[in-house]
Each structure stands twice: as C-alpha cells, then as structure tokens.
C-alpha cells in the first residue's frame, strides 16, 4: 500500500520517509522507529501512537496509520512540504511580527486543541512545528505526550516525568517537582514566540547546570528594538 520514497530528516527517535499511497497516490509522511537500534520501550511507542490518533484539528499534523515491521514501527502521517518552523527563521532577523503573529495563533490553536482533550504536548519547539499547505502550522512529534486528566476527566494531574527539550523546559521541569504540564506547553510557546521574533533564546543559559536561566528585560541585547508597544509587554 505505502511505498517509500525519499528520507525527509533523520532525528533522535527515528527517521522520517516521503511515502505514497499506491492505491490513491496519496504523498505522506513515514516516521520509522526501530525499538532496537534507539533502545526505545514498546510502551512508549504505543502511547505515542494512542495520543496522536485521538487528535483531529487543523493544526495537529493527522495520524493515519501504523504497521510493526519486526523491530521497527512504522507511522504514517499527513505529509508537510513546507518544512518546520525552525527552518523559516531567519538568523539574525527572525520572522517578521505580522507573519509570527500569524504563525503564534495556529500554534496556540493547536495547542488549545490538545489541551481541551486533557493532553499536553511536552515538547513544543519550532522543531516539532511543521508548515503545510497555504502556510497552515501542524504541531507534530507526540513522542512526549502525556495525559493531564484522569480517566474520568474531572481531576487534573500534576505530571512528575521531567521531560522535553532544555532550552523550552518551564522552571518548575529543571526544579523536577510535581508540575501542571498544560501550563508548562504555555511556557515553551512563549519561547517560540521569542525566537520567532529576536532569532535567538531569551536565556543567557538554558542547561540544566543553569536552572537559573536569565529572563532579559527589554532593550537588552536579546530583544531589538522597534517592536509594537503591546508586543514588548507581552514578551
């Protein structure tokens, strides 16, 4: 059904494979994650792929099927041609405020969205951004994912596995107590914001040697000058 053309990106927890449906010509997208060579617990997989199917909304890259081929699991998944976030921003520049502004409301859709089904991300970054057909954003990689509400949904969670990618990590992650993993995605969307707009990170330091990363204050160096009044205040 699915024959696999050329690879896309190679990362941590796997590559990812341009594929197309015989049947349809359907272009889409193949995460390929081998549990031996990655050292990755079945588990962890298996969660991934329950949370990422329970997704259906605009900004969240669609779940569409999944095979094991012995050691490897293969996902199969919407196909984004316009690449990530990451790549569309500029380095020295960033993105322009009117085109960030637009990009940070889909990402904040997309994340609402994740939220309402008592789900956090945990690993949002421009990296785990894609950019789709008429520049949509589809918030990807639910490797890290994890539920914030019990079954039943009436009683939230604080999360205790201390995950997710350093420079986005909210304080209370680098502390490693018990944390609010829905405002913790809140955080890391406030640092893509930043980055989107000032090319660089807010921290003087983001490792977990330097928990106390330095928030800047405007007209430091990290933020340029020229931004919208309400836009320096909300950064």
């Known amino acids: 059904m699915w024959e696999y053309e050329k690879i896309l990106g190679e990362g941590t927890f796997g590559n990812v494979v341009r594929v197309i449906n015989t049947n349809t010509s359907e272009i889409a997208a193949c995460k390929i994650i081998d549990m031996i060579k990655l050292n990755v617990n079945e588990l962890v997989i298996q969660n991934e792929i329950n949370l990422h199917k329970l997704c259906v909304h605009e900004n969240i890259i669609q779940f569409y099927d999944y095979k094991k081929k012995g050691s490897e699991y293969h996902l199969y998944l919407e196909y984004a041609a316009g690449g990530d976030l990451f790549n569309r921003i500029e380095s020295e520049n960033g993105i322009e ?121 405007i007209g430091s160096d990290r933020i340029p000058i020229g931004f919208d009044r309400i836009l320096l205040e909300f950064l």
């Open 97 to 217: 405020e009117n085109l960030a502004q637009h990009y940070f409301k889909q990402v904040i859709s997309g994340m609402s969205y994740l939220h309402s089904l008592g789900m956090a991300h945990r690993d949002l970054k421009p990296e785990n951004i894609l950019i789709g057909y008429n520049e949509i954003l589809k918030i990807c990689d639910f490797g890290l994912a994890a539920m914030f509400y019990d079954e039943t949904k009436k009683i939230k969670k604080l999360l205790n596995t201390y995950v997710g990618t350093t420079a986005y990590m909210a304080p209370e992650i680098f502390k490693k107590v018990p944390y609010d993993a829905e405002r913790a995605d809140v955080w890391s969307c406030g640092i893509i914001l930043f980055i989107m707009l000032c090319a660089d990170l807010p921290w003087t330091q983001a490792t977990e040697d330097n928990p106390r990363r330095i928030i800047p204050t």
